[in-house]
């Protein structure tokens, strides 16, 4: 589904990705960790499109095409979904016009004809039930005013209503407490299916006892320096990451 | 041999010259003498004036335009400039001449309200115009107000009786058809004692080439008294609009301007508002969205006279393409107006490299009890934003006219009647895309 070949890129000239390799599979979780400043979010916002990085070297292919030749809303259409570490605020946006404007221009992206309102309308509180969205939020400017968990859980609402073929969730579980990280992580279980695939960046092993994860990277210094289990995450969190880096180090 | 050196102003004025007002009664005959005496006194008003910093007259100075009435003007041409779905009286007039054909008016000597024409209302209701007509306008050093003063040749009058509603908007349509054409249309809207009115006022073109509409509208809000003025500038791109707004609040009364200046080649508002009541309410919205290379100009001024007032503004601004917009908002609190809360805000949004946007916010204060705040901001939509949505899968531009919508939005709710909003809403959508 996404081959991540050699990527590197870099932002204001400074390289953060040093040939990344990636593969992930229809059905698969992919947990990505590392310590600050690896590069973890630098691969989130490539993959979801963000200017100010440059690609300098490498490739992305996603569903045999090349992702880093499309607009950031056409990877959308094509089925890459990026829940943001910081989802931003959008006054004046009612929160339900956003998503049904979202909804509707994947839609036309796919070919498929806009959706009813009632259809559309059925579909929503389905959704906002799976996160435990309140129906107030609906009403309100894109996540002004909404609490941090508030705010994540609407971006896996999002990402239920867009129907991603791969979601990738950058650091979703920061700043969240445990019945938030609940919800979200629930809800991330009840979308998955054999035919779409995560990537999940985190920081800490915690969401991954909600979220199990098929792999374990291990991002360094721009590159996956190591894959494993998802025991890996467990050794990360019992020993953090010094011992890899050693490892690492001590073999260059 | 003595020579006689013509400046354009007197040039300009002799076109103006021809049209016939000695039927009217003398009171009225009065106001239009004092306008020329102070117009031999005056000039057209030049960029050295503080006021006219960024506006160049020039070429309405040297161009030809004279009042000239319109021909041969049939329904199907009007019809296109009413608002689609409004439920509203009409008053139609073309190059500032009343078209009664087009309207529907209410003169019942003993009804609720009057909505006529002013021409008309001046010989059967002189009672009621003339306590009101010209009063707000004496200023002897305003060119335009005084041109429209000395050749103004019609325009609507709505007067609502104390305690009365007007139970529909009124809405005035005026047209400029032909060439060269100086239309001189003058509003005068009385709401008496705890009276209420809504009033629509557009300004479009059927066909020009070149026009000058130097328009006024005088609105009287008495004490207890709601009126509500929604004005639309919609005329072609070869129209210079010279517009001036005055209205005067007694107590307890409110008072709500939405101008929308969406289309000419030049626009200048002058926004006079004098709260000479206590517990009044004044709101001045500016919705402008503007394309290609038009140039728009709104000066606003209110005069917070009495005491516990308020006055709420807020101008909003998309500037794409070339075009320009100024901001010139002055609030006075006099000495004696103690718990005043004003407060004025002007935002605006460059979308492109050549757009202008010139925004002075003033405040002066002589009252030492007051709540004031002014601001303006210049900038771009929000990167983040824009990025936000297009990750969702919106395209760029329909993602900057979910962010326009969000952002003129907060104007645009003020406008109460519906077909009003989706009529100004197409404007605004229009203007977004660029020209070029």
């Not at chain 2, 102070?38 to 050295?48: E, H, I, Q, S």
């Not at chain 2, 019809?79 to 009664?100: E, M, Q, S, T, W």
């Not at chain 2, 329909?398 to 909003?421: C, M, S, T, Y």
Request: charged residues 25%; contains cysteine.
């Amino acid at each position: 589904m996404l081959k991540i070949d050699g990527l590197e890129a870099e932002i204001e000239g400074k390289q953060i990705l040093k040939g990344l390799n990636l593969e992930v599979k229809p059905g698969e979780i992919h947990a990505v960790m590392g310590p600050n400043g690896s590069g973890k979010s630098t691969l989130a916002s490539v993959l979801a499109g963000r200017e100010e990085y440059e690609v300098t070297g490498g490739s992305v292919d996603f569903l045999e095409k090349d992702l880093l030749d499309l607009a950031p809303e056409e990877r959308a259409g094509e089925g890459v979904f990026l829940a943001f570490q910081y989802p931003v605020e959008i006054p004046g946006v009612s929160n339900i016009n956003f998503i049904k404007t979202a909804v509707n221009e994947v839609r036309d992206y796919r070919g498929l004809p806009a959706m009813e309102t009632k259809e559309f309308m059925a579909h929503l509180k389905e959704k906002q039930k799976l996160v435990k969205l309140s129906g107030k939020l609906a009403n309100r400017s894109v996540n002004e005013g909404f609490s941090g968990g508030e705010k994540k859980r609407n971006e896996i609402f999002q990402m239920a209503m867009l129907e991603p073929k791969l979601g990738v969730l950058d650091e979703t579980d920061s700043g969240l407490d445990i019945d938030a990280l609940r919800i979200v992580a629930s809800g991330v279980n009840e979308l998955k299916s054999s035919k779409n695939a995560f990537v999940v960046i985190t920081h800490y092993q915690r969401l991954l006892d909600y979220i199990v994860p098929d792999f374990v990277h291990v991002l360094y210094d721009g590159k996956i320096v190591k894959t494993g289990s998802k025991e890996l995450a467990l050794e990360l969190e019992e020993k953090g990451y010094d011992w890899i880096i050693e490892e690492i180090e001590g073999k260059s | 041999m003595a020579t006689i050196t013509l400046t354009d102003k007197d040039r300009f004025l002799i076109n103006q010259e021809g049209q016939d007002f000695s039927h009217e009664a003398k009171t009225f005959i009065k106001i239009r003498e004092l306008a020329l005496k102070n117009l031999k006194g005056l000039d057209f008003p030049t960029r050295k004036l503080e006021d006219w910093k960024y506006t160049n007259l020039r070429e309405v100075s040297k161009t030809e335009f004279r009042p000239q009435t319109a021909v041969n003007i049939i329904e199907e041409k009007i019809k296109a400039h009413k608002i689609p779905n409004l439920d509203a009286y009409v008053l139609v007039f073309v190059n500032g001449f009343f078209a009664p054909k087009f309207s529907n008016t209410v003169e019942e000597k003993d009804g609720d309200f009057i909505v006529t024409n002013l021409n008309k209302a001046k010989k059967d209701f002189i009672k009621l115009v003339e306590p009101h007509l010209g009063f707000q306008t004496r200023a002897k050093d305003q060119f335009f107000v005084n041109l429209n003063s000395a050749f103004s040749q019609d325009g609507g009058f709505i007067y609502v009786k104390s305690k009365a509603v007007l139970d529909k908007p009124v809405h005035i349509i005026n047209l400029v058809d032909g060439d060269l054409v100086a239309s001189y249309p003058r509003n005068l809207i009385v709401a008496e004692k705890s009276a209420k009115a809504k009033v629509v006022v557009s300004y479009e073109t059927i066909d020009s080439n070149s026009a000058l509409s130097n328009v006024i509208n005088e609105v009287v809000v008495a004490e207890g008294a709601n009126v509500i003025l929604d004005k639309i500038q919609n005329e072609n791109s070869n129209t210079y609009h010279i517009g001036a707004d005055f209205a005067t609040q007694q107590k307890d009364s409110i008072f709500t301007i939405n101008t929308i200046p969406a289309n000419a080649k030049l626009i200048r508002n002058n926004l006079n508002i004098v709260i000479n009541g206590t517990n009044s309410v004044a709101n001045l919205y500016g919705a402008i969205c503007l394309n290609g290379d038009i140039h728009v100009d709104n000066q606003t001024f209110v005069d917070h006279a009495k005491p516990n007032c308020e006055s709420n503004e807020l101008y909003k601004t998309v500037v794409n393409d070339s075009a320009t917009s100024i901001f010139n908002g002055k609030i006075y609190v006099n000495q004696i107006a103690q718990k005043t809360n004003a407060f004025q805000s002007n935002a605006n949004i460059l979308l492109s490299d050549d757009a202008r946007a010139n925004s002075k916010p003033q405040l002066e204060i002589y009252a030492d009890d007051v709540k004031c705040s002014h601001g303006c901001t210049i900038g771009q939509f929000d990167n983040e934003a824009l990025f936000y949505l297009k990750s969702r899968g919106i395209r760029e531009e329909v993602a900057q006219k979910v962010l326009l919508d969000a952002f003129i939005g907060e104007v645009l709710d003020n406008i109460e009647e519906e077909p009003v909003r989706k009529y100004v809403d197409q404007l605004i959508a229009d203007n977004f895309n660029s020209k070029n």
